[in-house]
């Protein structure tokens, strides 16, 4: 059984910066892509942050220069640190990880069930 666990959200004042941590369980033979989405009040999810096995990584352009995606493998987590944080920035964050399990040969994209982000004006 799979599962991704979010946590590090909550209420802050704009300026402020907050790390929100992603730690994936399960049977797993390796873990692919990462990446961090979220979803505004009234707005589509979409892609914050990206990063590949590899370490290749992509970032939305509203939060470039801003947040930063990194990875540890061997804890099986994925994080986001967020400095500088605006109003807009407030939405639900959540992890995914494209990964593959043990005694399967192909992969498929798991899901966390959010952390709440929201910055004060």
């Known amino acids: 059984q799979v599962q991704l666990v979010e946590s590090g959200g909550g209420l802050v004042q704009t300026g402020r910066s907050l790390n929100l941590s992603c730690v994936v369980s399960?049977?797993?033979?390796?873990?692919?892509?990462m990446g961090w989405y979220r979803q505004a009040p009234g707005q589509q999810r979409e892609l914050v942050a990206k990063?590949?096995?590899?370490?290749?990584?992509n970032y939305a352009d509203s939060v470039k220069g801003r947040f930063t995606i990194s990875r540890d493998n061997v804890k099986n987590s994925v994080y986001l640190q967020m400095n500088s944080l605006k109003p807009e920035d407030t939405a639900v964050y959540y992890c995914?990880?494209?990964?593959?399990?043990?005694?399967?040969?192909?992969?498929?994209?798991?899901w966390g069930k959010g952390t709440l982000v929201t910055v004060s004006s």
């Open positions: 995914n990880a494209h990964l593959t399990l043990r005694d399967f040969y192909n992969g498929m994209a798991y």
């Open positions: 399960g049977s797993i033979r390796s873990i692919n892509d």
């Open positions: 990063i590949t096995s590899g370490g290749s990584i």
